[in-house]
C-alpha cells in the first residue's frame, strides 16, 4: 500500500513561488505515474499537472502552464511541484495522487488515479 504525503504549502503574496513535495512509501514508487490536483474552497478538485514514471512525459491544466513545474527523484521516492508568479486563484488544498501500477498515459481525470494524499493548503494573498 503506497502513502502519499504532501508537504511545503503556506501563505505566499501574489508573484512569490512556492515548491511542494509529494513523498510516497513503497519500493515500486517507479512503477507509477503521478499527479497533483488541487481544491478551492466550493468548487471541484481540479487537474493541476502530471508525471510519467521516468519524467520524461508532463503535461499541465492550461491555467499553470509555464507558471508551474512538476519533478520527480526516483531515488527519494518524491514529486515536486514548483510553483512560481503565483496569483490569488492559485489558492486551494492542493493535493498529490498516483495512477494504477504500470499505466503511464497523461490523465486528467480525478477517476484515473487510485491513490491519494491528505492535501497541503497554498494561500496566495493580494
Known amino acids: 500500500q503506497v502513502q502519499l504525503v504532501e508537504s511545503g504549502g503556506g501563505l505566499v503574496q501574489a508573484g512569490g513561488s512556492l515548491r511542494l513535495s509529494c513523498a510516497a512509501t513503497g519500493r515500486t514508487f517507479t512503477s507509477y505515474a503521478m499527479g497533483w490536483f488541487r481544491q478551492a474552497p466550493g468548487k471541484e478538485r481540479e487537474f493541476v499537472a502530471f508525471i510519467n514514471w521516468s519524467g520524461g512525459n508532463t503535461y499541465y491544466a492550461s491555467s499553470v502552464k509555464g507558471r508551474f513545474t512538476i519533478s520527480r527523484d526516483n531515488a527519494k521516492n518524491t514529486v515536486y511541484l514548483q510553483m512560481n508568479s503565483l496569483k490569488p486563484e492559485d489558492t486551494a488544498v492542493y493535493y498529490c495522487?498516483?495512477?494504477?501500477?504500470?499505466?503511464?498515459?497523461?490523465?486528467?481525470?480525478?477517476?484515473?488515479?487510485?491513490?491519494w494524499g491528505k492535501g497541503t493548503q497554498v494561500t496566495v494573498s493580494s
Open positions: 495522487a498516483k495512477r494504477p501500477m504500470g499505466l503511464q498515459g497523461v490523465a486528467i481525470m480525478k477517476s484515473e488515479y487510485d491513490g
